[in-house]
């Protein structure tokens, strides 16, 4: 079946750090890859997604890139800020055909000191 | 953006009572609604998924007859969580599926329900 494996947190780094979670996955065909994040306290809010080899999905700073070769979604941010602490996840969710089920990863947790 | 609802955002209930959660989608309609629960420090777990005007699919585990789901309409789905127990406190999050070409479907979450029952 469908998985995805993520860096365990928690991720600890200064303000203006270089910000790398990695994330991996198992699946048939082309899944669509994502990244959500978790604000505490709040639901999911979608950060960036790719639906094909060689995309990369990018949102408020944030980039990954669907890497077919590797079946890797690594997260990356060059400069992170106090306000990007949280908790994110990587998700795929299979090619077309009926029913959509989108796996999730363990979650990575985020926390930028000043 | 497509925006996803939840009402209440938290509520606390004795134990043997019953809660009722609502899932709207705000701006688009939805076909396909998915239920999840979230525990501390932990993935979400899906529930059930439901379509609208049609009987949910519940993941295996999960019990049917406790967390009735109910897709009334396109921008509308419940949960009720039935005579519930200390054990059922959890964090309880719907999404909501557009639709469309199914590859580039993204599902939109709603900010949570924090169920605590005492």
């Known amino acids: 079946g469908n998985s995805v494996t993520q860096m365990e947190g928690p991720v600890t780094l200064s303000e203006e750090a270089f910000l790398t979670i990695n994330c991996t996955y198992t699946?048939?065909?082309?899944?669509?890859l994502f990244w959500y994040v978790q604000y505490p306290g709040e639901g999911l809010q979608l950060l960036l997604k790719?639906?094909?080899?060689?995309d990369k999905g990018s949102n408020k700073g944030f980039e990954a890139t669907y890497r077919k070769e590797t079946t890797s979604f690594h997260l990356e941010k060059g400069s992170v800020q106090v306000s990007d602490s949280a908790v994110y996840f990587c998700?795929?969710?299979?090619?077309?055909?009926?029913?959509?089920?989108?796996?999730f990863g363990t979650g990575t947790k985020l926390q930028v000191i000043p | 953006g497509a925006v996803v609802s939840q009402h209440p955002s938290w509520v606390i209930c004795k134990s043997g009572t019953s809660v009722k959660i609502e899932c709207r989608s705000l701006?688009?309609?939805?076909?396909?609604m998915f239920w999840y629960r979230q525990f501390p420090k932990q993935s979400l777990m899906l529930m059930a998924t439901?379509?609208?005007?049609?009987?949910?699919?519940?993941e295996q585990g999960v019990e049917k007859d406790k967390f009735l789901i109910n897709h009334a309409s396109l921008t509308l789905s419940t949960l009720t969580v039935t005579s519930a127990h200390p054990e059922d406190s959890s964090f309880y999050i719907c999404?909501?599926?557009?639709?469309?070409?199914?590859?580039?479907?993204?599902?939109?979450f709603g900010p949570g329900t924090r169920l605590t029952v005492l």
């Open positions: 999404s909501a599926r557009t639709s469309g070409r199914a590859w580039t479907d993204t599902q939109y």
């Open positions: 699946a048939t065909g082309y899944p669509s």
């Open positions: 790719a639906t094909k080899a060689d």
């Open positions: 998700a795929l969710s299979p090619p077309s055909g009926g029913y959509q089920k989108v796996t």
């Open positions: 701006d688009f309609q939805a076909t396909t």
């Open positions: 439901s379509n609208e005007g049609s009987k949910a699919t519940y």
